[in-house]
């Protein structure tokens, strides 16, 4: 019944492959082609996660949430992808389909803003697609604001414009 939240061990990056996949279908699936949301496979994406940790795992952290032992979401941040020394990057945020509405996110936003904060970083700040309207209320609702910067990115064939959001830790 109660979330737990816990560090990632390699144990869980296939696993997390596997739901950021299926979370990626379920937020996306309203305004980008299948086709788009077909690739990578959920086995591909865990693989993706295998080889990101390996590289970052000295200065980026994993956070997975668990209810009733059952990985429900995870969280990953690092160091700002602009550079910034004072700047924390929220470089994902993902959760099961069915675990929306029920707290999980938020626990681990509250999670990863904490980490930050002892990391010594005043701001976070992270990419969100802009046409994923949930996700910016969800930012809103926490205190994350536009900063006005934006770039385009591809998922699968499609090229999806990312806003930036920030706020203080």
């Known amino acids: 019944m109660i979330v737990t939240l816990r560090p990632a061990t390699e144990a869980d990056l296939m696993p997390i ?3 950021h996949q299926r979370s990626r279908v379920a937020a996306y699936s ?3 082609p299948a086709e788009a949301l077909a690739d990578p496979t959920p086995e591909a994406m865990g693989r993706y996660w295998v080889e990101r940790w390996t590289w970052e795992r000295s200065d980026h952290r994993m956070t997975v949430a668990e209810r009733d032992g059952r990985l429900v979401g995870f969280s990953y941040l690092g160091p700002d992808d602009e550079g910034d020394p004072a700047t924390g990057l929220l470089n994902a945020i993902h959760l099961e389909p069915d675990e929306r509405g029920r707290g999980t996110g ?5 999670d990863a803003l904490d980490a930050m904060r002892a990391r010594g970083w005043s701001r976070a700040v992270l990419w969100v697609l802009a046409q994923n309207t949930p ?3 969800f930012y809103a609702h926490g205190g994350w ?8 990115e591809h998922i699968g064939v499609a090229l999806v414009p990312q806003l930036r959001y920030a706020r203080e830790v």
Not at 106 to 110: D, N, T
């Open 30 to 32: 309203s305004f980008l």
């Open 135 to 137: 996700a910016r209320a």
């Open 17 to 19: 492959g596997a739901l």
């Open 106 to 110: 938020r626990a681990l936003i509250v």
């Open 145 to 152: 604001t536009p900063t006005g910067t934006q770039r385009d």
